[in-house]
């Protein structure tokens, strides 16, 4: 800084005299002694790994409650699970025969990112509901694995659906069981059990008619209707389809779909199918079938209003074996057999 | 342990630094710890290649929050050191220590920016470029800086020589 | 002008440790969260959830009033303190929002 001692004294040279003159003895000057000068450095050192520690301990606290909550809210708003509740049990009430839950009963439990949901499944058989087995389905955000089912069915419905393990069959559809087997099991059967049996007719009716014209003593359950597809019992690609259908009565649970208000089943029905419409990907992870098809079946049924090829029944067993003297019915499946609970 | 034998060169000069910057004892003992508190914050094991630099750098930022942070205090500092000063009682300190203290108020007396360069650049004699690294500036802005603010000092020097005589 | 060192004691040590102990309970309520969350409690320890947040931001609020050194803590100590009454609150709205039985 004293370079310039060759020029004339100037006002920087009087600057850098005073410079130094001023400063002189301060540079030597030492506040700290060596060990607080470490003292102050470890200080600093500790206080600043404290600081990193505590803060880092925070942000990783705050991974698990933020994504959470993010899944709540995903869940949450705009109901979205509550949509996915409804359309998985509607679609069991309109794919599985005589199957019916309790929506008040379905159990929730949300995780990272997905959603479990448990239910218990129904079948009346005779005049009692029997807790026939539970679903239990994993949704990674709105989408669904397969079901894990598990059925406490004598005779349970193929999990994967052919045209050989159909138990209702449309009338111009071969028949792919022996049409005495069913009779014989009832003939077999004791009296004093009830029965739950799958008819299907020899042409297509209307649901009214079909109920008018059954013997008294023993309920319509469901009834599988005609949607243009039941002859082929495949859709357009080949894959095998099952049928579609809705229940006969009035469900008295909380929260059925079919616990309707002024409205008939028939309206439910279609309201129910255009739901899975327009939800299908859902609903076929949830149906046996791998294919619903359900925008060409949904149209299908509103072109040619609601027919019936099929249908469960369920009664006193002796009552179910005057159904061989109908004209109507075609073939018949024995479903489940429970003890006597008719009257 | 080496970064920590490098910090603890410096912790002297850091404090002369501070204690140029905010003229008070206690404030500067506390933005030391601030500065090595934050020097370990932001890095703990990288390779710098002037510490003494960044040293320098951190303890200004360090000053410029608290300055920012604690306006009024400031300000209120000053007003006593300068009420101090009139009332100088040139007996009772070192003389080198007085010359010192004369030569900090003046460069208190400057600009911020010709203040902050005087005081890097002359008082602590870091680098022209270290310097405007620090004060985030360019070289030749830094350079009228300090030309400006030495010549101001010099001007108040020589009044108060010529109240001297 | 004094350039001597005079060890000024402990006098900051008590308002520093304020928001240091706010920091300090909110991540403990925190990590309480967190278990009740990963082993999968329906019901939240209210402990978590609201008195000792309630204590942190206490202590927060007289850090945030101290030192500046002091105000990182009580500032991240009131800070996730708020996150977990708003936690508290949404997962609340939520959960009634999502399969709500009466």
Redesign the interface.
Known sequence: ?SDEKNHVPN??D??QN??K???????D????T?E???E??????N???K??I??S??IL??I??IM??AT??Y???G?R??HL?DVVTKTIYVTEPNMSLEK?K?E????LFSMN?KFDVLKKIGKEDYKIGNYDIDFLLDQPSFPKKNLLLDRPLAENPTKETEVMVHPKASIPFSTTDGWDILKKLPDGTVSEVYISLNHLMKPDDLKESLPKNMELRWFAVDTGMEITQEDKEGVPITPLGYPAQYDHTTWSPFKTNGESNEEVFLDILSLLEKNESVAEKVARAKSLSMSSRLAYIKEHGIKVYGAVITGPTEEIRKLQDMKEIRALKVGEVKLWNWE | MELDKAYQENVNDLYRYLFSLSKDHFIAEDLVQEAFYRAYLQLEDYEISNIRAWLFKVAYHAFIDFQRKNKRLIIQDQIEERGNLSMETPEKKLLEKESFQLLLNDIHSLKEQERHVLLLCDLHQLKYNEAAEILNMKVNTLKSHLHRGRRKVMERVKERMMVDE | MELGIKKKAKHKSLPTISGFLSFLIALISLAGLNVALLIKEKVFPGIFIYQLPMLSIFLGIIGLFTRKRSRLYAIWGISLSIFLFIFTLLMVVSSLSINYKP
């Open positions: 800084m006002e920087m009087d600057y005073y410079l003159e001023s400063m002189n003895g301060i540079n000057f030492h506040p700290y060596e607080g000068q470490k102050i450095v470890n200080l600093g050192k206080m600043a790994r600081t990193n505590m803060v301990l925070a606290l705050l698990v409650p959470t909550l709540y809210m869940y949450g708003i109901g699970a509550d509740i008040l379905v929730d439990d949300i995780g949901i």
